[in-house]
């Protein structure tokens, strides 16, 4: 827990100093992104922002031009497989922003290039990067001190209403692979639990939290992810990569939890990035 609260609060000490990133493209509502940060993707915990529309790409926030990378550049495996035509900049308070996805045209450009100005156009989005034929910009934060990527929406105006976020079809299953759906079965045994939700599509929460009758059992936030063995994770109580935190692409790990025997309330909270939450309660008996 302790190593959890300190990230959080480094992406909240960023916030409260005034810290904040522009659009890396023109403002877009806050419902309208390709795809989140922390959700599935390939195979791994999407460490990107993914936008929408094709458009311009700008410098973020003034930094210096450290890295170019080609769409088949031999410098970094990540690079190779997942963001294609890339450019990283590199800000103060050891914040790296990355611009991934690019043509090969504004990609070339840029070689030339050593700081930037924040609104600095960097050309136009392309399909290098690992992106379903999709063309949008894949942007990422890196904290290359504490060496976690960081939720680039932490970081950035937000605009508009959230997607709406659900709590549906939940499900605890245990260490024997036994899987009980709360709501149907009403009794099962004590033990502990990894707790799922349905997972939504394209809606990601930025928390969620489970209660065991009132007492918070634990919190996955959704601020920063860490390597950790090889694999990206999110940290709750403990470190989950993509095998926990998605068992496949239809759940979505809410909390690991030890029920007690007796009657217990079991209370889920999902939280957007705005704060509107959304809560369920399930009552269940362990034995």
Request: net charge neutral; aromatic share 10%.
């Amino acid at each position: 827990m302790k190593k959890t609260l300190i990230l959080s609060l480094t992406a909240c000490m960023f916030t409260a100093a005034g810290f904040t990133f522009d659009w890396p493209q023109n403002a877009i509502q806050s419902d309208s992104f390709y795809s989140y940060f922390g959700q599935i993707r390939g195979g791994t915990i999407n460490s990107s922002l993914i936008f929408t529309d094709s458009e311009e790409i700008k410098a973020a926030e003034e930094g210096k031009v450290i890295a170019v990378i080609s769409e088949h550049s031999e410098e970094s495996e990540l690079f190779e497989s997942t963001l294609g035509n890339a450019i990283i900049l590199a800000h103060k308070d050891n914040l790296q922003t990355i611009y991934a996805n690019l043509d090969r045209d504004s990609q070339r450009q840029r070689y030339a290039l050593d700081s930037v100005q924040t609104g600095t156009n960097f050309g136009l989005c392309g399909n290098t990067g690992w992106q379903q034929g999709q063309a949008n910009l894949e942007f990422q934060v890196v904290d290359t001190k504490n060496q976690v990527f960081i939720n680039p929406r932490v970081l950035m105006p937000r605009v508009g209403k959230e997607l709406e976020l659900t709590i549906q079809n939940v499900t605890a299953v245990n260490r024997k692979g036994n899987e009980y759906a709360l709501g149907i079965n009403k009794r099962f045994p004590s033990g502990t639990y990894y707790l799922y939700r349905k997972r939504q599509e394209t809606a990601m929460p930025y928390r969620t939290t489970i209660f065991i009758n009132g007492a918070a059992v634990e919190t996955i936030s959704y601020d920063m992810l860490r390597e950790k063995n090889g694999r990206l994770c999110t940290n709750g109580n403990k470190s989950y990569p993509v095998a926990l935190l998605y068992p496949d692409t239809n759940r979505q790990l809410l909390a690991e939890v030890s029920l007690p025997k007796g009657h217990n309330a079991i209370t889920i909270v999902v939280v957007d990035i705005l704060g509107k939450e959304v809560t369920l309660t399930y009552s269940m008996d362990a034995y």
